[in-house]
């Protein structure tokens, strides 16, 4: 028969290691939930109420700008080591997205990309950051705010550079086809890149730092639950064991999540650059 958990506020929000539960005690294990991803506000400016994951998102701002205004406050011929990996880390952006992703007209866009690279990035590794351990975008509203910036871009530039009829042939009407496919064709596409995109845009990213992170609280809170006597221990040496695998992991992850973001992001911009025929 099962033991009763420790009586607490709210029951559902217990977790293993939060209480005396351990394997062959006779209790259940008490996995994560979407409550794991919910902050109470921990301080109020005016009206705004600031939370855990807001906090970390201004935090890493702050470090992302320092960091540059570090490395490039006084640029010098013969770069130091900060100079030198900020400008590593910039040329990466620039060349490896920008330029190999929308072109020689990649310059005005680069300070965008760069930026939404490195955001990125920082709310992604803020998960394996002691202290902090969460990352930011699995809250979904993160994701969806930058995929909002991606999207506002995108529609005004492609309305910019073509016009208001360019633009929507732009966005609805692909050159070379049939004339009756475009029956059913320009319908999709307007749904597609008006709608799908930014929401695409923003799940993906936010899904995949989401499972993540469940992930490694997973089997963070099954090593606990695991441990009390020798078989347990044995068990929970495994469990330990793959959080160390799946956060490894994870770093590739959180890097290539940004990457993907930014790609997609430059490739959006690079198909309103392009002119309606």
Not at 196 to 225: E, K, Q, S
């Amino acid at each position: 028969m099962l033991k009763e958990p420790p009586v607490s506020a709210d029951p559902t929000q217990v977790l293993a290691f939060e209480t005396d539960c351990h394997l062959f005690k006779g209790c259940g294990f008490e996995g994560p939930s979407v409550w794991s991803f919910i902050f109470e506000p921990i301080a109020k400016v005016g009206p705004v109420e600031i939370n855990k994951p807001m906090l970390l998102a201004v935090i890493g701002s702050i470090l992302i700008m320092g960091f540059f205004w570090l490395a490039f406050a006084k640029p010098k011929v013969v770069p130091g080591k900060t100079q030198m990996v900020a400008e590593v880390l910039y040329d990466f952006v620039r060349r490896g997205i920008g330029r190999e992703v929308i072109g020689k007209k990649a310059e005005p866009f680069i300070p965008l990309l760069v930026s939404l690279f490195f955001f990125v990035w920082m709310l992604n590794l803020w998960a394996l950051i002691p202290l902090a351990q969460f990352p930011v975008s699995s809250v979904i509203a993160f994701p969806a705010a930058l995929a909002l910036v991606v999207w506002v871009t995108y529609m005004t530039v492609t309305f910019k550079v073509n016009g208001f009829v360019g633009g929507i042939k732009n966005l609805c009407v692909p050159s070379g086809l049939p004339k009756p496919i475009y029956l059913i064709l320009t319908p999709i596409e307007f749904i597609s890149n008006i709608f799908l995109r930014p929401f695409t845009l923003a799940v993906r990213l936010f899904a995949n730092m989401f499972a993540g992170h469940a992930l490694i609280l997973i089997f963070t809170i099954a090593t606990w639950y695991m441990l009390g006597t020798w078989l347990g221990t044995a068990y929970a040496s495994v469990s330990f064991v793959m959080a160390l695998v799946i956060t490894v992991f994870e770093m590739f992850i959180q890097a290539l999540q940004a990457y993907v973001f930014t790609v997609l992001a430059a490739t959006y911009l690079s198909q309103a650059l392009e002119e309606a025929h």
